[in-house]
């Protein structure tokens, strides 16, 4: 369970002041796909890095199965970024030197799996996300762009986060692609149990959460 | 590529830094066998005096034993050195006087501080060389390589003379005893005396087993020298002490003598091998300098080409730690690819690179002075002391240095790596990948990850 309350995050520039996100309070399921909405600039991505963690916020809390954000020192914001938060990101951002198989184990690793465990839990991964053997081993160079993502995609479910955070996955893939990307998400979110945040600027895209927001200019408003 | 180009330049840092490291530890090595080998001596002779040759006026005998009242002095040995020319004894010098003893007018010397020797007549057909004779309280093998500028003397037959002998008795050379017939037992006249033949001792040049030795007051009384000595080998009780006593002998002396040590000469002569190790002491701070720059300058142009791969790595939840590590260890990889190259190419250069340092220093040059005072003021040429100033005349090859007695050649450095040298260096290079890498790192770790991802 994700329950967000008055979150705001403002950017001190040298044109002025850029409130990114204004008093944001929302609540989300486990199990839950739920779609953000927004224009380039109105502050999306900033409430994800915000829900990350990657970036700490002016005000507000971020509440998690109880546990408040704001209390974690540097350790244990490390320690929710590798266990309970996981990322998608629209460039994919896998490990370039590592093959599809070992990003995935590189996540279990920083989330301190049983060494023992890791192949199993990446095989099964790779399987869910229908990446064959042959596949598991190329390195992210020699994948597709969907491939990368669903690699990205098993990356993010390693260690079986409470929350996944993905920004503008289907971004860098064509729509057919895209739209195989969203249904996997959802179907691994049910899998998983997992809250997964869809950053996207494509109705059609939102249009297969569960629930979705609109943010502009840093202030979130649900789409009934 | 660019891993290729780091390493490479690693390489050669790592190559320049290991072959002067290994021509620094040849040229300490050879310095510190050089000093090892140095005796701890220090030899006295009348000023302007050498060997049988120049002038100068004979010390006495009792100023130069005086000089065991010096600190650190431990014992004198006095001699006197005389010439018996053919009107003075019976003996047969068994040297021909050839080209060179005609031409220098040999023959015409009377005694210690009055010769006349060379260039003193002009060259006669009826000259012939003197027979030499070493007045000494302590006959043997001492006495004849130390004092003298001999060799390894070793009597072949008879017995030494005691050192209080005032008797008139010697001990002769082999080839003057062989020339005259001379037995142990057998007599022969100088200086109008009856001098009995106690021993023959044989050196194994010519010139050394062409002399005599008799007790020097013996030498003194009978050539009308008496309380005079032309050279004393004053022993220091150990080499810290030789400078000081040196010094003291000098102040105690005056002008009336030349002092010389085999330390102070041979620290003249290392003086090259001395600059060479502090070039490539300098060369060595500096390729080690300049491979921590190289390697430092290097892994921030990495970290910050992975500035993005950083961000993920810190959205995906590593720790700093571990981040760090894994730069750490390519540096570390890096640097040991790099010493394996530099190593070897390191260890091939060493060795020109240490002989062209020590050939630039001058090392072979400049050898005089030096010969003089290792071989000491002995007999004044032949014996195995013994080099001429100029590297020329050396029958032991030309522009190396030499060791009177001591068969050892400065310039000629071993250079050789071993183990500890190649370990120490080996760990000192991945120490330094190690620092270079985490201050590196640690500049891109504290990065925020969004502020990477934002600017993707």
Known sequence: ?224 | MRTVGVVAILAVAIALSISMLIARDAVTNKINTVRASTGNTITVSPKGFFGFSGGGTPLKESVVTGLLSIPHVTAVQESLNEELTSTKTSLKSPTPAGFLGGQFGFGSSSGAGSSSGFGGSSSSTTFSIPVRVIGTNSPGNAVVGGANGGGSEKLTSGAAYSPTSTADVAIVGSTLASTNKLKVGSTFTAWSAKITVMGIFNAGSTFTDSNVLMPLSTVQKLANASGDVTSATVTVNSLNNVASADKAIVKRLGSAADVTSTQATTEASLAPLNSVKTISTYTLIGSVIGAAIILLLSMLMIVRERRREVGVLKALGAPNRSIISQFIAESVTFTILGAIVGFVVGILISSPITSALVSASGGSSSSSGFVRRAGGAGFGAGGSGFTPPTGGFSNRGTGTFHFGGFSNTITQIHTSAGWSTLVFALLAAIVIAALGSTVAAATIVRIRPAEVLRSE
């Open chain 1, 1 to 224: 369970m994700l329950k967000v309350e008055n979150l705001d995050k403002t950017f001190h520039t040298g044109a002025g002041d850029v409130h990114a996100v204004q008093n944001v309070s929302f609540e989300a399921k486990g199990g839950e796909l739920v779609a953000i909405l927004g224009a380039s600039g109105s502050g999306k991505s900033t409430l994800l890095s915000l829900l990350g963690l990657l970036d700490a916020p002016d005000r507000g809390s971020i509440d998690i199965d109880g546990t408040q954000l704001a209390n974690l020192d540097s350790a244990g914001r490390t320690q929710y970024r590798s266990r309970q938060v996981g990322f998608v990101f629209q460039q994919f951002n896998l490990i370039p030197n590592l093959n599809a198989r070992e990003n995935i184990k590189l996540a279990l690793e920083f989330a301190h799996w049983p060494k023992a465990d890791r192949n199993r839990r990446a095989n099964e991964l790779l399987e869910i996300v229908g990446l064959d053997e042959s596949k598991a081993e190329r390195r992210p160079a020699k994948l597709s762009g969907g491939e990368q993502q669903r690699v990205a995609i098993a990356r993010a479910f390693a260690a079986q986060p409470q929350l996944i955070l993905a920004d503008e996955p289907t971004g860098s893939l064509d729509k057919a692609t895209g739209q195989k990307i969203v249904e996997l998400l959802r179907e691994v979110a049910t899998t998983q149990k997992a809250t997964v945040l869809v950053v996207t600027h494509d109705e059609k895209i939102a249009k297969k959460a569960d629930r979705r927001f609109e943010i502009e200019d840093g202030v979130l408003k649900e789409i009934r």
